[in-house]
């Protein structure tokens, strides 16, 4: 691709420490991915694998236990990791914006929804009076809400939940943002409102050329929505690939379980479930994580753990099937 | 939500097991500072005829009046802990002083307990116009500050350790049934009532079997912090003089017995008292503060 | 929203007449109030004289219709002791126990609200133990007894303040002192966890990821949601204080309404315990009424609600 990348994450580690230090649980460990304008990143995992730890690291916003210890967050060719607090709150909600899961509890049940949406065009680009309520009017609109000069009037209950969650999507686009991340934005809604959030989130694209991170464990989202995926297992990516690819070919065994356990239409073949449970962060098993519940598991998996492997499909996984695949060929 | 449990009869005795369990893990893990200071008073107030040196309601013979702690000047070992007004050994009337604290403390903890968790059961269980008027006859006492209210009943039914049993009783039980009351109309909608409801169960036994296991968590949590308000309360009553009659020794009313020489820097007269009161009531709380977490996460911000 | 406050109105009403009836009939089944405060030489007719002075020869519900009657209309009967009527006694001593009430109010906020807030915002380090231990200790150390302790401490050792009556503000800071301290740590309990759950809020997420500065988030979008609870109980604390510092207001000689309380027990003045007692009740239920008006009127979620 001739664009230039939005952000360039490479070898990023996160790490929360508990009990004074005693524990450390690499939450996010070794990953890398790129992004381009204009494209859709999805990022995918059962709860706890890190995705959303992912997504507070490269804002900054890590709880308190949680450190970044290694890797780089390149956004626009500055490293956000080395960047203080002070720097990075003028990129949050800024150049980068985040929409998080819930909408009911997102917005401050004591402020009008004027208030909540302006507020980033009035600490970040200083608009006042008029101006002000003129650009929260058009991000409402931009947002489909309906007679924004009324609406924004009122209070965040009074609005039905898919209003809410467009709305958290307007604040998102206050700044005027190259980045968002989305984090399950769409898991408290409407089947039918969540399809209706997702072109608006399209359209928004297309009209803007924003880059779109897209947290979820709906493989059905994904390939509504995404370009690339990146299946995330315990802290690791373990495949990454152009949406078609990864549902095309699978290459690692965890991502053909996820695509497994999705039903198809017609399709009389049994589901199939991942068998054991997703491995405890602070004990993670030798070798490569996911050994334990691989049905294609080999002695080299409980021992060395996976490097990168790339087909050439324009995919990477970490797998050790394809080092036997790409040896034999 | 919660799962639908296959037999009801089973959730019902899974849960009240469960709070046995919880209370012998308890024991085992309690905090130790609550437990010794606790159990030492307990210890004390059962073995006050064994322990104390002198009988606490007479003057001490030979023994003057005022004579301060053992290591001041003055002080006599034969009356470690001083004498007051009358000449009376003040350790001794401590150790009776905590029979009283506890006496009170607890009684009247199980009475506020045992009429609030029946009122908060029937009120929430019953439902209709039997909560209304537990609910508004609840509101109305808890209008009233507890203090006020107890000294209002005391000084209407006159002094005495057993009244004042039943007027603490009467003025702490509108607190439990409040609390008591929410954890009933939530169990009330949970699936093992509802199943035993549809299985024909009379109401009677549905309180027996599903409800009152199921609230004992909660009661006993609020028990063990009220045991320390009622104790406080108590000492007020004494203090002001219409709880525990002289010459019976109450720590309260040997805090008021010396407040005419407080100014004459008599301060043993005025410490030792409370500082068991505050020993006691501090103990209370660890211990119904770490119940609490054991127990009852939910009721984390009473 | 008009519905919720007559709604709110009426139950108040109620409330108040539980309250009154059940401060009525316990006087009335707890003994006879005539030979209560009658000297033990009265005769029969002595007696039977002041029962038809004071109106208790009538039924019950005639007693209490004409005793709601007069309380409603502030006339609260007349003080058997001071042969004056009981609310001109009342009104009297009350500016006292406001005063009281107020400055032990800014003391309970004054630790209560740094040290919630603190605890909150440095949860589990040292600081929040400190805080977690002041709390403890308002719980357990009786308010009387600290009371004593002070005037130990800087009346009688240091020399400082002094220990009873009413003038200057010295003699304010230990009763209020006393009185405050209890109510402290509920503030700083209160505040506490009103502040932890409020920054654990997604919205307060949200208001971080907006890049909005560190002093915005926590000054303008936590503590409007974390403070309005802690406010309320500040104010509806206040009025328990007023009218429940019967000790503290006996032990540094404050001529407040908790004193009048105390000595109309002592004197058998029951006219005069009567109508102090009420009092409290009608002033609690009344700032409670006010509060939930109040929250009515700032939450937009009561506000807009029909």
């Given amino acids: ?329 | 939500m919660a799962t639908i449990p296959a037999n009801t009869r089973l959730a019902a005795r899974r849960t009240a097991s469960g709070w046995l369990g919880a209370l012998v893990k308890a024991a085992r893990e309690a905090p130790l500072m609550a437990v010794i200071i606790l159990g030492g008073l307990v210890l004390v107030a059962l073995l006050a005829d064994l322990i104390a040196p002198y009988d606490p309601t007479l003057p001490v013979k030979g023994a003057e009046m005022f004579v301060p702690p053992f290591w001041m000047e003055g002080g006599s070992v034969a009356t470690p802990l001083g004498t007051d007004f009358q000449g009376r050994d003040i350790l001794s009337r401590l150790i009776y002083g905590a029979r009283v604290s506890l006496v009170v403390g607890l009684m009247g903890t199980l009475v506020a307990g045992g009429i609030g968790t029946a009122m908060g059961i029937l009120s929430g269980y019953v439902g209709g116009w039997v909560d209304q008027i537990i609910m508004r006859v609840t509101d109305a006492w808890l209008a009233l500050p507890a203090i006020v209210f107890a000294i209002f009943l005391a000084a209407m039914v006159g002094p005495s350790m057993w009244n004042i049993i039943v007027i603490l009783g009467a003025v702490y039980w509108t607190r439990y049934a409040r609390v008591i009351r929410g954890e009933v109309l939530t169990l009330r909608e949970r699936d093992f009532v509802k199943l035993a409801e549809i299985a024909g169960a009379s109401k009677l036994r549905v309180i027996k079997k599903h409800i009152l296991p199921n609230v004992m968590n909660t009661a006993t949590v609020l028990a063990s912090l009220t045991v320390g308000v009622v104790i406080i309360a108590e000492a007020s009553l004494s203090f002001l003089g219409v709880g525990v009659p002289p010459p019976q020794p109450a720590w309260g009313l040997m805090l008021s017995e010396a407040r005419p020489t407080l100014m004459a820097g008599q301060w043993w007269l005025t410490v030792f008292p409370g500082a068991c009161i505050l020993l006691i009531v501090l103990a209370t709380q660890l211990f119904g503060d770490w119940l609490r977490v054991r127990l009852d996460p939910q009721t984390r911000n009473l | ?306």
Avoid at chain 1, 230 to 238: Q, S, T
Avoid at chain 3, 101 to 113: D, F, K, Q, R
């Fill in chain 3, 1 to 306: 929203m008009s519905q919720f406050i007559i709604r709110r109105i009426l139950y108040s009403v109620v409330t108040l007449f539980i309250l009154s009836a059940t401060i009525f009939l316990i006087v009335r089944l707890t003994g006879d109030p005539v030979a209560l405060m009658a000297e033990a030489s009265a005769r029969p007719e002595d007696l039977e004289r002041i029962r038809h002075q004071w109106g208790l020869d009538r039924s019950w519900p005639v007693q209490y219709a004409t005793f709601m009657q007069n309380a409603l209309t502030g006339e609260l009967g007349k003080s058997f002791n001071y042969r004056l009527p009981v609310s001109e006694l009342y009104f009297q001593r009350l500016p006292n126990s406001l005063t009281l009430g107020l400055a032990a109010t800014l003391i309970s906020l004054l630790i209560g609200i740094p040290a919630g807030i603190i605890s909150a915002v440095k949860v589990n380090t040292a600081w929040d133990n400190v805080a977690k231990g002041v709390a403890l200790l308002g719980l357990s150390i009786p308010g009387f007894w600290l009371g004593l302790v002070l005037i130990l401490v800087f009346s009688v050792w240091l020399r400082w303040l002094p220990t009873s009556g009413s003038g200057d503000w010295r003699h304010v800071v230990m009763p209020a002192l006393a009185l405050g301290w209890y109510f402290a740590a509920s503030m700083l309990r209160l505040t506490r966890s009103s502040m932890l759950e409020v920054l654990g809020s997604e919205y307060i997420k949200l208001a971080r990821l907006k890049g909005l500065p560190d002093f915005v988030v926590i000054a303008m979008h936590a503590f409007k949601n974390a403070l309005i609870p802690v406010f309320t109980l500040a104010g509806v604390n206040m009025v328990v204080m007023v009218n429940a510092a019967v000790i503290i207001e006996v032990i540094f000689a404050w001529p407040g309404i908790g004193r009048l309380l105390y000595e109309g027990i002592f004197q058998r003045d029951f006219p005069l315990v009567q109508g102090v007692v009420i009092m409290a009740g009608f002033m609690i239920i009344g700032i409670n009424l006010f509060v939930d008006v109040l929250y009515a009127f700032i939450d937009p979620r009561i506000r807009l609600s029909r």
């Fill in chain 1, 1 to 329: 691709m001739a664009r230039d990348a939005v952000l360039r994450v490479a070898d990023l580690q996160t790490h929360f420490f508990t009990f004074g230090g005693a524990r450390v649980v690499r939450a996010v460990d070794g990953v890398s991915f790129t992004l381009h304008a204009g494209e859709t990143l999805g990022l995918v995992g059962e709860s706890g694998s890190g995705k959303t730890t992912t997504c507070l690291s490269i804002v900054g916003l890590l709880p308190r236990a949680g450190r970044i210890v290694g890797g780089s967050v390149l956004f626009e060719g500055a490293d956000l990791t080395r960047k203080s607090q002070r720097e990075l709150r003028r990129i949050r909600g800024r150049r980068i914006a985040v929409i998080l899961q819930d909408p009911m509890a997102s917005l401050n049940p004591l402020f009008t929804i004027f208030r909540q949406v302006a507020e980033p065009a009035f600490f970040h680009q200083h608009l006042r009076g008029r101006s002000l309520r003129e650009r929260v009017q058009s991000l409402l609109r931009a947002v489909r809400i309906p007679s924004p000069e009324w609406r924004m009037r009122e209070y965040p209950h009074q609005m039905s939940g898919g209003m809410r969650q467009r709305i958290v999507g307007a604040i998102a686009l206050a700044g005027g943002p190259r980045l968002v991340i989305a984090d399950e934005p769409t898991t408290n809604l409407d089947v039918t409102i969540q399809a209706q959030y997702l072109d608006l989130l399209k359209d928004i694209q297309r009209e803007t050329g924003v880059a779109l991170i897209f947290v979820t464990h709906n493989l059905g989202i994904v390939a509504k929505m995404c370009d690339r995926v990146a299946v995330m297992y315990a802290g690791k990516l373990v495949e990454q690939a152009p949406v078609r690819e990864l549902f095309d070919a699978p290459k690692h065994p965890y991502t053909r379980a996820l695509l497994g356990s999705m039903p198809k239409l017609g399709s009389k073949e049994p589901l199939y479930s991942i068998r054991g449970h997703p491995p405890n962060l602070a004990s993670l098993p030798s070798g490569c994580s996911f050994h334990p519940r691989c049905p294609d598991v080999m002695p080299r998996c409980m021992t060395e753990e996976p490097r990168d492997f790339r087909p050439g499909d324009g995919s990477v996984a970490r797998c050790w099937l394809l080092d036997d695949v790409l040896t034999r060929s």
